[in-house]
């Protein structure tokens, strides 16, 4: 299966109530570049927006010629079985952006370009994203919508009567969705798969005794005294055993 999604074009992102639910992960998006390039300190709110999204377009633009994927914007979430992607595409030509539908993956594909101050020559880029999409994400629903100051946004809901696992304390379990990205001059990958590896616990009650009989008992103080015997030797052979519990991540 291979199909071009409509890109629908939208007001801008913070101006516009469509982009609403998405507002809170291009903020958690800049608030990742802040951190990377920029003061840990700074932190990303509806009151310092404006200056954190001024401060993140200036590490921006002094970083695409050298990679141009380590500084864009960009937050994948998957909640409830329903996958959504939020990016800075800003620098790409709109007219040359494309989201595509192919087999069980989102592909978002662009071209960046750049004249010299004289522009006497132009020097450009392919874009090129690709996101496995998880298999509660319905394929045929899938939609795009670009802001009119360069917000891509991509929607995948969860299919009718699919479910989602919960973990037990009711909390929704996230499966890993796999991002990949190229360049034609610069290329990066990455990949989130996490795992957690749990040694199974193995516990073991065991007990033995050996008792001598003698040939006759006699009398009652005799089999007492026997019985006395045999629990104090049980007690001290009684035995429990157990393996810890190792949780391992993966170093990856």
Not at 63 to 78: C, F, G, K, M, P
Not at 154 to 166: D, H, L, M, N
Not at 228 to 252: G, I, Q, W, Y
Request: a negative charge; hydrophobic letters at 30%.
């Amino acid at each position: 299966m291979s199909k071009t999604i409509s890109l629908i074009k939208r007001e801008s992102f913070f101006d516009d109530s469509f982009f609403q639910d998405a507002w809170g992960d291009f903020d958690s998006a800049i608030q990742t570049i802040l951190d990377k390039f920029h003061d840990k300190t700074v932190k990303v709110d509806s009151g310092s927006r404006n200056e954190c999204r001024d401060v993140y377009r200036n590490i921006r633009s002094s970083r695409i010629d050298d990679d141009i994927y380590a500084s864009q914007a960009l937050q994948v979430t998957e909640k409830d079985g329903r996958f959504s992607c939020v990016m800075d595409v800003k620098d790409f030509n709109p007219n040359d952006l494309q989201v595509k539908v192919v087999e069980d993956r989102v592909i978002v594909e662009g071209k960046y370009e750049k004249k010299s101050e004289d522009g006497s020559c132009v020097s450009s880029k392919s874009f090129y994203k690709e996101f496995t999409m998880p298999k509660s994400a319905n394929l045929d629903q899938v939609s795009t919508a670009l802001s009119k100051d360069g917000v891509l946004t991509v929607r995948a809901p969860k299919k009718e009567g699919s479910e989602v696992a919960t973990a037990g304390d009711g909390t929704v379990s996230k499966s890993s969705v796999q991002q990949s990205s190229s360049s034609s001059v610069q290329q990066s990958s990455t990949s989130t798969s996490t795992s957690v590896k749990k040694q199974s616990v193995s516990s073991s009650f065991t007990s033995t005794s050996s008792v001598s009989k003698s040939s006759q008992l006699t009398s009652s103080s005799s089999i007492t005294s026997s019985f006395d015997d045999m629990a104090k030797e049980m007690n001290d052979r009684l035995v429990f055993t157990h393996e810890s519990v190792n949780l391992k991540l993966p170093e990856n």
